[in-house]
Each structure stands twice: as structure tokens, then as C-alpha cells.
């Protein structure tokens, strides 16, 4: 690793950010892939497991895609400001892909952090709420595939293809599903299972 | 202040307690390992990057070089930065400034390194000794 470190010499942070971006697609595609499967009861099995499965996926992410952003504060070449990765538009780079990216990046972190508040927000409300978190990945996939710099590659294209299309595919099959009616009762008690 | 004897906090069972302690647990055990399999994960995507991504790839000719897109990424940075000239006052450090130089020797009389990139854009020979020296450099 310390030699690969030194190997990469001053590209070090560049290659940790693309690389944190891969992990953090990878992992979000895992957690909404997740979290589509129990919400529309494609998936059997313990519920509770399930749930710490698609809670840990979701903050491992967002730690991926705090990386992803930190880890270009230090690449001397793209030199970018954190207004630059946090503010969407501010910085004329590959644009629409970046402000995509940053809309996405916020969108992901704003919805899995809500899970915290959803007694606040209102059990019903937070449901509706938490599906814009397919939109949010939706966009990231966008962001990658336009704006990495290994998107146009063999490899990249096939670790994406690998993590996105199976959730992708369970996406679609969600909305095929007829939506299941939660009466006010219904969701308190989900609340109340989920902790 | 609640006592452990109000309606809102109920005194559990001892098997409850048990169901809960286990569930805690497990829990925590698979916490764990999502953060092991995260790590692991960004530990190999970073070889990836770093292998296929350019820093090494000097032979197959196939996969562009990271000086190759490197200087890419500058030449479409240049033209975003040319509203914020502070931007570009930094210095470069040196292997990126010789692979860029290289790139350019490659490329053959150009003295803006935007152009370069455009230049050199697909041309896998350049890039494949534009990465050696960058790896010679680098070494």
C-alpha cells in the first residue's frame, strides 16, 4: 500500500477520490437496491437484519462520497474550492455532470440522515420522502458515467454495469408493483418495529 | 425524569432482554462487517484506478495513460478557470509538469499544454510514453 502510495506520487489524492466514487456508487446502488427489495416485499427473511444491512450500506456511502469530495480538496491539478464540490454550478467543470454529482451527493446524504428525524418528520411523510433517495442515485449514476474520468473504460463501465443494473432493475420492478396502502396505524407500528 | 417503572419504559422479561441483547449483537456484528467490506472495497478500487487507470498502464496500449488524461482533465479545467484566473496561479508539481512536458515532446511542437491535450487526444503510442516517463519520473 505505501508503495503504491509512493508509486502515485502526487496523483494520490486524484485516484483516492476516483476511487472513493466507485466505492460510494457501488455501495449506494447496494443500499437502495436494498431498501427498494423490503420495501416492496421482494425480498424474505429477517426483517430487522435487513434493515441494519440497508442503514450500514447507506452510511457506509455517505462516508464513500465524503471521501469522494474531501480527497479532490487535496489534488493540486483540479485544485477546486469546497464551494466548487458543494455548491452546485459555481464551478464551469464538465458541467451539467458536476452540479449533478453535488445535487446527488447532497440528495443521498439529506434522505439517509432524515431516517434519524422520521418521528419528526412524520412516519408517512419520511416514506414518501425516502423514495427521492432513487432519484438522488439516479442522478449519481448520471454523475459517473458522465463525468468520471474512467467512464469511457472497459472496467468501469462493467463494475458500474455490475452494481447498477441489477438495482436498476429492481427500481423498475417496485414501480411495477401496485403501492401498497399504509393506514396511520400501520406505520406506527413499522416505526415501532424499526426502532 | 422517567423510573424504569413508567408506562413509557415497560420492565422487560429476562427473555426479552436476551432477544434484545442478541439483536444488539448481531446488529453490531453486521455494522462491522459492512465497514470491513467498504474498506476492502476502497482498497481495491484504488489498485483498479491506479492499475487500469493509467499510473501503470505502460504496455496494453488500450487503456489511455493517467498523464494522457491528466492533461485532458487540464485542458477542460483551463477552459472553466479562465473565469477565475486564481485558480491557476498554483504550481503544478513536478511529475505532472513532466508528464505534461512529455506529453508535449510526444505531440511535437506545441507550446500551450491545452493544446497538447487536444493533440494527443486517442493517440495511444503518445500516451504510452508519456506514461513511462511519468512512471520513470515518479521512480
Not at chain 2, 422487560?12 to 465497514?35: E, F, M, Y
Not at chain 2, 493544446?115 to 521512480?139: N, P, R
Request: aromatic fraction near 6%; proline fraction near 3%; charged fraction near 15%.
Amino acid at each position: 500500500m505505501a508503495a503504491l502510495a509512493a508509486a502515485s506520487g502526487s496523483h494520490v489524492f486524484w485516484i483516492t477520490s476516483r476511487a472513493a466514487g466507485l466505492v460510494a456508487l457501488i455501495l449506494a446502488s447496494g443500499s437502495v437496491g436494498l431498501g427498494v427489495s423490503m420495501s416492496g416485499r421482494l425480498v424474505k427473511g429477517r426483517g430487522p437484519d435487513l434493515r441494519v444491512l440497508h442503514e450500514a450500506l447507506s452510511i457506509a456511502a455517505m462516508a464513500a462520497i465524503a471521501l469522494h469530495a474531501v480527497a479532490l480538496l487535496g489534488d493540486s491539478y483540479f485544485h477546486p474550492s469546497i464551494a466548487d464540490l458543494t455548491i452546485p454550478f459555481v464551478r464551469d467543470y464538465k458541467q451539467p455532470y458536476m452540479a449533478l454529482g453535488i445535487i446527488a451527493g447532497w440528495g443521498l446524504v439529506a434522505l439517509g440522515l432524515s431516517f434519524y428525524a422520521r418521528t419528526r418528520i412524520g412516519i408517512a411523510r419520511w416514506r414518501v420522502l425516502h423514495r427521492f433517495t432513487a432519484l438522488a442515485w439516479i442522478l449519481g449514476v448520471v454523475h459517473a458515467l458522465g463525468e468520471g474520468t474512467d467512464s469511457g473504460r472497459a472496467w468501469f463501465l462493467a463494475i458500474t454495469a455490475i452494481a447498477v443494473i441489477p438495482t436498476l432493475a429492481l427500481v423498475f420492478a417496485r414501480l411495477a408493483r401496485p403501492r401498497r396502502k399504509v393506514s396511520a396505524a400501520g406505520a406506527a407500528r413499522a416505526a415501532r418495529a424499526s426502532g | 425524569m422517567q423510573t424504569s417503572d413508567s408506562p413509557r419504559t415497560p420492565r422487560r422479561s429476562p427473555d426479552a432482554a436476551r432477544i434484545l441483547a442478541a439483536r444488539v449483537r448481531r446488529t453490531k456484528v453486521l455494522r462491522r462487517r459492512v465497514a470491513a467490506v467498504a474498506l476492502i472495497l476502497l482498497v481495491c478500487m484504488w489498485a483498479t484506478v491506479f492499475g487500469l487507470g493509467g499510473a501503470t498502464a505502460t504496455k496494453s496500449g488500450v487503456t489511455a495513460t493517467l498523464a494522457d488524461v491528466r492533461t485532458k482533465e487540464k485542458a477542460a479545467a483551463s477552459k472553466s478557470a479562465a473565469t477565475r484566473p486564481a485558480a491557476r496561479t498554483t504550481a503544478s508539481p513536478s511529475a505532472h509538469t513532466a508528464s505534461a512536458n512529455t506529453a508535449s515532446a510526444a505531440a511535437t511542437a506545441t507550446t500551450s499544454q491545452a493544446t497538447t491535450a487536444s493533440s494527443s487526444a486517442g493517440d495511444t503510442s503518445t500516451a504510452d510514453s508519456s506514461v513511462t516517463a511519468v512512471t520513470t519520473s515518479q521512480s
